[in-house]
């Protein structure tokens, strides 16, 4: 290890030098490097997900299932399955008919991988003639994907690491939200626990909307729920948190912009604690993935939210829709700093299908708990892989 | 997670190598791994079909350069093609006669408008124009706030009224009119393009505003659908352009060449970073870079210039040169480097390095790092500029000093001296040798290749030199040899992989160092 970590910084040191010199050299020549004038740093992050005031034509509360909607809302029939269905005339699986379902695989942002995997054991069953017949395929392959994404479903059990995402502190299942497995969001009912739900995710996902939407769920469930604004970076972040509390009848505890988010989410614990909140949704800045102490803030909000009598039963990553491949880098990269505990997948009323999603669970076992589909207050319901599959493959 | 697409092809190299051209079997294979990397780099696959299909044409019975392997002269092949694309025409920003201009920013929910116009204000004020900034975000709570806030900093003053978009956009023009801006930046709210209410009133702000430039504005980290959305909204409000946000992150961006492909208007500029300076003129050459998956050398650079101590750096890697490397320097080295973020992360950013590189690097505990800092800290300035000094007693008190065990100090010391044979192999090895000569070499690399090839030349031309030494290194310490082997191998064969102009004319210079050199 030693050994490797002197390579490694030699090969960094020579590389980093020589570089720095030959541009400092290079210097006489048309500059490349973009204008870093010392601008005293505004901080600024891009908009999150905007919403539309009261434009809610449901019922306030919450919408377990909403099954209607969500398909009504998904089903943008894409139609590519001509070869499938011109060979379903035949009966038999003609040559094209793997590459139209490659193609809304990819098409889908499922991902090469997952896609290759998925049709080399479709390819393998129909060679085997486990497989009959194009409507066969394409139901086994449905059957796959959402196999896939039920809770507790693994891959390859050999090859995959140890998928034990769900939350350490092992809380009842006893909210609301109720589905099958795991989908339902965890909240402790303990005397003298307060509950914490974190929203983490990149820059724009929706996170604070997100939280708006819940909080009003959770309040017309019965709950009483206090928002943290830990979003203490983007301009107007609290104020747009605060417009949401306001709508859903909810506390907010909010500080100072730049103020330290830790700190803000410790304030709100203590108050709820003390007023006999039953749960804490803590805002927070949208972050990269990438950016090594931005992840170590978060590391830092999850530490001191899960401070007794405070208690993290959520980390939930919000995951835009339209995200493609990175979102995978993304889940991994949250998941290792702050447990994240489960996906939701926002924006999902575009044309864009998420795909990348099944290549989250796949790969970490991380399961979409939520889904997000339109800027409506009560636009957010629970996720179901059927309907989502559904849509996948139009 | 991803392979680069340069690693990929050097897999199938070994097929493609020593034959004098490409044949249409070793093409396809290049093919396919083209295909993948393109997808995961989230190009859409319909560009990618696109993409493959002209570097087919391209590549047929194309005769082979010798100083290429197939692998690299594929890439090469792919670079300038993405490089074409991705730059073609660019936009000459011109101002209106009859002032102000105005630009109209349009985009998905949270794809960055908003910040984005704030940056573009601040950019046009720097080129000594006077903006003013519209909030027509009426939607989103707070996103005029927002704005305002974003506006403060940037020293742009901001336009908005709680009306409807419509009016306010018209109202801010007017306004910017009035007040003799000569610039008028207008935020919309985030719209889905399937969303035909709110199309069309973007259509509306658009059509009463009679907007110069239209921009919109992609997330970098979109996939498939950017396409999709990129041409309802062309076909909406004409583009003039895009601008590309949230490229700081480690996302290829491959949605920037499907939307330039798709709706034929020149990507304007890149949005990299939270801060409103962050923010230039997009270069597409390293986008091209980017989404090959080559390393993003030149971010990697501008952000060591930003938070290396330049004149610490120089003066160790002078001393590197000329062969006094001492421990003392690598400590400050490491500190240097530490100072970038994880080291893993960063030899992620390398071009040139092989997937179990890679790999290793991802192992790397940077908790490890403090451990070795402790142990050269326990030595003194004498020991640190003489290591040969340390005997077994002086191991045991650095050993106990450092809160290790003296076979780490062993450890530690062996390695050392493993590197400074490797740099002084380096240093032999033509790539840099002491004085003014190689900063002259390497200066007239830059000027035809930029700084990337300069560093692919460090690891290509030591190549030979450094196998060896990287070899023992680890043999001595029982780790994997082949990893290495492959690395210094990748590093040779990748690091010309950025080919760009004067490509060949540089590897013939370099093909002088074919033979061992004298130094070793």
């Given amino acids: ?394 | 997670m991803f392979d680069a697409l340069s690693d990929r092809l050097e897999r199938i190299a070994g097929r493609l190598r020593s034959r004098g051209r490409l044949s249409e079997a070793d093409l396809d294979d290049a093919l396919v791994e083209i295909r993948t990397a393109l997808l995961e780099a989230d190009v859409e696959l319909g560009v990618v079909r696109g993409f493959t299909d002209a570097v087919r044409s391209q590549c047929t019975g194309e005769e082979l350069s010798k100083s290429l392997t197939p692998g690299q002269q594929v890439i090469k092949v792919v670079h300038e093609e993405l490089v074409r694309i991705l730059g073609g025409e660019t936009l000459k920003l011109t101002y209106a006669s009859r002032p102000p201009t105005v630009v109209l920013l349009a985009g998905l929910q949270g794809s960055g408008k908003t910040t984005t116009s704030a940056k573009l204000a601040q950019w046009w004020k720097q080129q000594g124009r006077n903006p003013l900034l519209v909030g027509a975000d009426l939607q989103r709570p707070a996103a005029v706030e927002q704005l305002r806030i974003l506006g403060a900093q940037a020293g742009v003053s901001v336009f908005s009224e709680p009306t409807d978009p419509v009016s306010v956009a018209q109202a801010g023009v007017n306004e910017a009119r009035r007040l003799g801006r000569d610039v008028c930046i207008i935020d919309t709210a985030g719209r889905l393009a399937i969303d035909a209410e709110l199309m069309e009133e973007v259509r509306r702000v658009s059509e009463v505003t009679q907007p110069h430039y239209t921009f919109l504005v992609v997330d970098a980290m979109t996939g498939q659908d950017a396409v999709a959305t990129a041409k309802a909204f062309h076909q909406t409000l004409e583009l003039d352009g895009v601008i590309v946000t949230k490229l700081d992150g480690d996302a290829r961006g491959g949605a920037a060449l499907s939307v330039k492909e798709v709706v034929g208007r020149p990507i304007v500029f890149a949005s990299t970073g939270e801060k409103l300076a962050d923010f230039d003129l997009f270069h597409p050459d390293r986008m091209a870079d980017r989404i090959l998956g080559m390393g993003d050398v030149l971010s990697l650079i501008e952000q060591a210039e930003r938070t290396m101590d330049h004149d610490a750096v120089t003066k160790s890697a002078t001393r590197m040169m000329e062969g006094r490397f001492t421990l003392e320097d690598f400590l400050e080295q490491l500190q240097q480097v530490r100072k970038l973020g994880s080291l893993g992360g960063i030899m992620k950013l390398l071009p040139g390095m092989s997937k179990e590189m890679r790999q290793a690097a991802d192992q790397i505990d940077d908790g490890e790092i403090s451990r070795v800092e402790a142990i050269v800290r326990s030595m003194t300035p004498t020991e640190r500029d003489d290591p040969s000094l340390i005997d077994g007693s002086r191991r045991v008190r650095i050993a106990h000093g450092s809160g290790t065990s003296t076979q780490d100090v062993n450890q530690l010391l062996k390695q050392f001296r493993e590197m400074q044979k490797m740099m002084k192999g380096m240093v032999a090895g033509g790539a840099m040798t002491p004085g003014g000569g190689p900063m002259g070499k390497l200066g007239a690399l830059r000027g035809a290749k930029k700084s990337l090839g300069a560093l692919g030349a460090v690891g290509g031309g030591d190549g030979e030199d450094m196998a060896p030494g990287l070899a023992e290194l680890f043999g001595g310490t029982g780790g994997p040899p082949k990893p290495v082997a492959a690395s210094t191998a990748a590093a040779r064969a990748t690091s010309p992989g950025s080919p760009k102009g004067g490509l060949t004319g540089k590897k013939k210079k370099k093909g002088g160092r074919v033979t061992p050199p004298k130094g070793r």
């Fill in chain 1, 1 to 394: 290890m030693t050994a490797l970590l002197i390579i490694v910084v030699g090969v960094l040191v020579v590389a980093l030098a020589v570089a720095l010199i030959v541009r400092t050299r290079g210097r006489g020549s048309p500059p490349q490097a973009p204008a870093a004038s010392p601008i005293a740093e505004p901080p600024t992050a891009p908009p999150k997900e905007p919403a539309a005031p009261g434009t809610s034509t449901t019922p306030p509360g919450i919408d377990a299932a909403a099954p209607a909607g969500l398909r009504d809302r998904l089903a943008k029939t894409r139609g590519v399955f001509s070869a499938l269905r011109a060979g379903r005339s035949r009966g038999a699986i003609v040559a094209g008919t793997f590459d139209e379902l490659e193609e809304a695989l990819l098409r889908s942002d499922v991902g090469v991988a997952t896609t290759d995997a998925l049709l080399a054991d479709l390819r393998r069953r129909v060679a085997a003639k486990d497989i009959v017949g194009p409507d066969q395929l394409l139901d086994a392959l449905r059957a796959d994907l959402v196999d896939l994404l039920e809770i507790e479903q693994r891959w390859d059990a050999a090859t995959d690491v140890e998928l034990a995402r769900s939350d350490p502190n092992a809380p009842s299942r006893d909210d609301e939200l109720v589905e099958p497995v795991g989908r339902a969001l965890c909240v402790v009912d303990e005397p003298g626990v307060t509950n914490v739900w974190l929203f983490v995710g990149v820059n724009g996902v929706g996170k604070t909307t997100t939280i708006g939407k819940l909080a009003r769920q959770q309040a017309a469930a019965g709950r009483s729920v206090l928002l943290a604004a830990g979003d203490t970076f983007r301009a107007a972040a609290a104020e747009q948190l605060a417009m949401w509390a306001e709508r859903s009848g909810a506390e907010i505890v909010r500080g100072a912009e730049g103020a330290d988010p830790s700190a803000i989410v410790f304030d709100a614990v203590q108050r709820a604690s003390a007023r006999g909140n039953d749960l804490v949704l803590a805002d927070t800045a949208g972050r990269l993935h990438t950016k090594v102490n931005l992840v170590e803030e978060l590391k830092k909000i999850r530490r001191v939210a899960d401070r007794p009598p405070g208690k993290v039963t959520e980390v939930l990553l919000v995951l835009d829709a339209t995200t493609g491949q990175n979102g995978l880098v993304q889940a991994k990269e949250f998941a290792d700093a702050v447990a994240v505990t489960g996906v939701v997948l926002t924006k999902l009323d575009g044309t864009a299908k998420g795909g990348v999603v099944v290549a989250i669970q796949r790969d970490l076992g991380l399961p979409v708990k939520l889904v997000g589909l339109g800027e409506g207050p009560d636009d957010l319901v629970v996720f179901d892989p059927v309907e989502f599959v559904d849509a996948l493959l139009g």
